[in-house]
T-cell receptor, first 114, second 111 residues
Framework: AQSVTQLGSHVSVSEGALVLLRCNYS??????LFWYVQYPNQGLQLLLK??????LVKGINGFEAEFKKSETSFHLTKPSAHMSDAAEYFC????????????FGTGTRLTIIP | EPEVTQTPSHQVTQMGQEVILRCVPI?????FYWYRQILGQKVEFLVS????????KSEIFDDQFSVERPDGSNFTLKIRSTKLEDSAMYFC?????????FGPGTRLTVL
């Protein structure tokens, strides 16, 4: 069985500061990992994904994440927060081809302080 | 850019009534999914669908739920007799390769 833990249901950072959203996973097979963003009253938009290629993955809007197998982590970062980054962020894991259902974490609500 | 669409955006129904939530996946995708998100909780997998049959379903997806692809474009989720605890946001997704693309969701409120 697979699972995802997102530490911190709410994170606040100042505009221009580093954004770090934590995600740890559990999977019995090499995982596929995803970060999705949900803006208010909207659906889930893919930010980036790791599917067994490069461990440092770059996504949209300046976000990136690094897959660390030894730490079973896939933390999301952005060097400089922007007001438009305020949203809910979900980390998700799947077992890849043959079992693509996504298992989501509980989400982290990111607030940007002007 | 192609996107997944869902209708209605908000559905209010009485307990015990049947509801059908509709989704139009991205046109060349072959794999479809339904997820739900109860307010304040995580997004949960309900069911996956491929080649006109269910590939996998979760424990949540009991006999009250069914899915159908009635034509070449729509993908529906039916809840036969709604319960209060079915109140949630329901997301449809379609997949190409390793990536699932989500619709904007239907908020279902059961009174």
């Amino acid at each position: 069985a697979q699972s995802v833990t997102q530490l911190g249901s709410h994170v606040s950072v100042s505009e221009g500061a580093l954004v770090l959203l934590r995600c740890n996973y559990s999977s019995s097979v090499p995982p596929y990992l995803f970060w999705y963003v949900q803006y208010p009253n909207q659906g889930l938009q893919l930010l980036l994904k790791y599917t067994s290629a490069a461990t440092l993955v770059k996504g949209i809007n300046g976000f990136e994440a690094e897959f660390k197998k030894s730490e079973t982590s896939f933390h999301l970062t952005k060097p400089s927060a922007h007001m438009s980054d305020a949203a809910e962020y979900f980390c998700a894991v799947s077992e890849g081809f043959g079992n693509e259902k996504l298992t989501f974490g509980t989400g982290t609500r990111l607030t940007i302080i002007p | 850019e192609p996107e997944v669409t869902q209708t209605p955006s908000h559905q209010v129904t009485q307990m015990g009534q049947e509801v059908i939530l509709r989704c139009v996946p991205i046109s060349n995708h072959l794999y479809f999914y339904w997820y739900r998100q109860i307010l304040g909780q995580k997004v949960e997998f309900l069911v996956s669908f491929y080649n006109n049959e269910i590939s996998e379903k979760s424990e949540i997806f009991d006999d009250q739920f069914s899915v159908e692809r009635p034509d070449g474009s729509n993908f529906t989720l039916k809840i036969r007799s709604t319960k209060l605890e079915d109140s949630a946001m329901y997301f449809c997704a379609s997949r190409e390769g390793d990536t699932q693309y989500f619709g904007p969701g239907t908020r279902l409120t059961v009174l």
